[in-house]
């Protein structure tokens, strides 16, 4: 993932959008839930998130199943799209830019599995490498709890 230099500034997102953007992902959006999808951290520039293992999501016998690694990567790209787009438009109040996620959806995703999804929590990363009128694409991650990369993603997502 990608280091932001000392001298580029870093802002920082309103608490009252912190609150919006987690009640839009952890609530609103019902498969988040079922996954146990939860965000960890909020930033302009990279989203973070965990979920915790369950039986209602292993696969293979104690293993998390694929399709549970792909959705939560998707949504986490996706979230990192809403953080960019919230970052653009800094000049808007938080609540007139939790208004602009209605049309966003997946166009693409790619997923490479590099371990098995194996532990008790896992944490997962997104950030955007371009965020364009139309469409923004992403870069995720999704590790074990001892910091092991246990699969990569790339998701581009429509935004207009």
């Known amino acids: 993932m990608k280091k932001h230099s000392a001298t580029e500034p870093v802002r920082e997102f309103e608490p009252e959008f912190v609150a919006g953007l987690k009640g839009i992902f952890e609530e609103a959006i019902s498969f988040n839930q079922v996954l146990g ?22 696969g293979s016998p104690n293993r998390l199943h694929g399709g549970v690694i792909s959705a939560c990567l998707d949504a986490l790209g996706g979230l990192a799209v809403m953080a960019a787009i919230g970052a653009r438009h800094m000049d808007e109040a938080p609540s007139q830019r939790l208004h602009r996620f209605g049309k966003l959806g997946t166009i693409d995703l790619r997923i490479d599995y590099l371990r098995p999804g194996i532990g008790e929590r896992f944490v997962l990363n997104a950030e955007v490498l371009r965020l364009g009128s139309r469409v923004a694409t992403t870069r995720m991650e999704f590790l074990g709890t001892d910091g092991k990369l246990l699969s990569t993603g790339a998701g581009a997502y429509i935004v207009s």
């Open 37 to 58: 999808l939860k965000i960890t951290s909020i930033r302009p520039e990279r989203v973070s998130g965990a979920i915790i293992m369950r039986p209602e999501l292993v």
